[in-house]
């Protein structure tokens, strides 16, 4: 991440509501570690500049052209983030020429836009979606630069997942190679929650709790008939955080299947023989399936090739309904045992919903923090929180892996005592596992500035 030169005072100072405050302004020297639990003698590690307004910034207010624009799939808490920005633009800095890019990135060249003020989005946060639409796909960075720097735009607000944070950084190198005075600032979304570095994603506190609702619709029907197997299926293409914390918020879960954890139907320790057992003890049981599990089962089964969507993601095969066929043909025409099976796919409404009160807040923290970046100078960086602080992240940290489940770590663990599912894996698994952890490139959380291009 760059920092550009700092040369006006930030008129947040005049601002009644801030100027009261007392160590209103982050130190410029604050950093956050991106390791709290560190061993005696252990090396300082990678830190991350603190979030936060600065005493002086960059823009004068009059001077700024900011644009925002929203790329990938959809996850509660954009509205949010949009409004914000705009509100935090004009409230807290005297901005009032803020942009909407429609359409997510092949907007900049072959859509409309639109011009945004607190008052047009004030009711927006209570909306899911995005009120600028998205897209995948359409990337062209050069299309995208000429368009910044045709309309005179300085400030670039791009609201995404990780592969929108790869294009936001193609966007910041060429920015940087024309020698724009432009800061392009990056806020993570994932309802997958697979951005690395950061503690968790607006949106993703509010898709489980909505994914509790079909897991207790689930659990209704299959506890009130003979044999009743509620089967949900919850997103999670690549990570199955969303599977893993609405099960342990749920538990009524017996079994949670996740894409980053290998299972197998038939056999001794396999699915249906502990389908089998749990029915024999409990009469009924509930089963999440994250839609990126078992893709290697079922591509086998069906023969399938693989696919991609516009912007190079891997199409899923339907694991839901797959898994739902087979426990029915597993029971019903190998078994001759009755059982009774409700399939819910509540994979599209966990996401189109408004934010709930604390993403909300959360969202709003990360379009402040991400605007007070951008006006003191910074750019080349996603916002986010880091050990619980707001910080600023350069690019290539949080693309250069995902985040996944560890299916080592702890958090696993706990998920296998509660629901007491095998864990379909045998020591040479597990090794594996460790094995194949991806280590992070040893580069520095330092952020850039634009003016003079240094650290
Ligand atoms: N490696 C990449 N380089 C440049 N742009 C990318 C890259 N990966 C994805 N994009 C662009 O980012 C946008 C969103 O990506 P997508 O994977 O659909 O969603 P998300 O950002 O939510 O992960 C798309 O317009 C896509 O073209
Ligand atoms: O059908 P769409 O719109 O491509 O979205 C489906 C996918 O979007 C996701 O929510 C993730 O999308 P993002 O990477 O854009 O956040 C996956 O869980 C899901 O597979
Ligand atoms: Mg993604």
Not at 331 to 360: C, E, G, H, V, W
Request: glycine share 10%; proline share 4%.
């Amino acid at each position: 991440m760059m920092l550009l030169l700092q040369t006006y005072p930030n008129p947040i100072k005049e601002n009644p509501a801030y100027s009261v405050v007392k160590q209103f302004f982050v130190n410029q020297d604050d950093t956050v570690p991106k390791k709290v639990v560190v061993q005696k003698d252990s090396p300082r590690g990678i830190h991350f500049r603190r979030a936060g307004p600065r005493q002086r910034v960059y823009f004068e207010s009059d001077d700024v052209n900011a644009c925002i624009v929203t790329c990938g799939g959809l996850c509660p808490g954009l509205n949010t983030v949009i409004r914000e920005i705009i509100c935090g633009l004009s409230y807290m800095y005297g901005v009032d020429k803020v942009l909407g890019i429609e359409g997510g990135y092949r907007g900049f060249y072959a859509r409309n836009t639109i011009q945004l003020t607190p008052k047009s989005v004030n009711d927006i946060h209570k909306r899911g979606g995005t009120i600028l639409s998205t897209s995948r796909g359409g990337h062209d960075t050069l299309k995208i630069v000429d368009n910044i720097q045709d309309r005179g735009i300085n400030q670039v607000y791009i609201i995404g997942g990780d592969g929108t944070q790869k294009g936001a950084a193609a966007i910041f190198e060429e920015i940087r190679r024309r020698r724009l005075k432009v800061a392009v600032a990056g806020i993570p979304k994932t309802i997958d929650n697979d951005i690395a570095v950061i503690d968790k994603s607006f949106g993703f506190d509010t898709a489980v709790e909505e994914a509790q609702r079909a897991i207790n619709a689930a659990h209704v029907e299959a506890e009130s008939v003979e044999n009743g197997i509620g089967v949900v299926k919850l997103m999670g293409r690549y990570s199955g955080f969303i599977a893993m914390y609405a099960t342990l918020a749920s538990r009524d879960v017996d079994c949670c299947l996740i894409p980053e954890s290998p299972f197998y139907l038939e056999g001794k320790g396999g699915l249906y023989e502990f389908i089998e057992r749990r029915l024999k003890e409990n009469g009924h049981m509930v089963i999440v399936v994250a839609e990126g599990a078992g893709q290697d089962l079922i591509a086998e089964s069906m023969k399938s090739m693989d696919h991609e969507d516009a912007s190079g993601n891997k199409l899923l095969l339907d694991v839901g309904l797959w898994l739902s066929q087979g426990i029915k043909n597993y029971f019903t025409s190998r078994q001759k045992m009755t059982i009774n099976l409700k399939y819910i796919d509540p994979t599209y409404m966990i996401r189109a919903i408004p934010s709930n009160a604390s993403d909300n807040v959360y969202c709003t923290l990360l379009a402040q923090s991400a605007v007070h970046g951008a006006m003191a100078g910074f750019t080349g960086f996603t916002v986010g929180l880091v050990n619980g602080r707001q910080t600023y992240i350069p690019f290539e940290r949080v693309t250069e892996k995902r985040n996944k489940v560890v299916i080592t770590d702890r958090m696993w663990a706990r998920l296998l005592s509660s629901t007491n599912q095998p864990s379909f894996l045998s020591s040479k698994d597990v090794e594996e596992a460790n094995k194949t952890e991806e280590q992070p490139k040893q580069t520095s959380g330092e952020v850039k500035c634009l003016e003079n291009g240094s650290t």
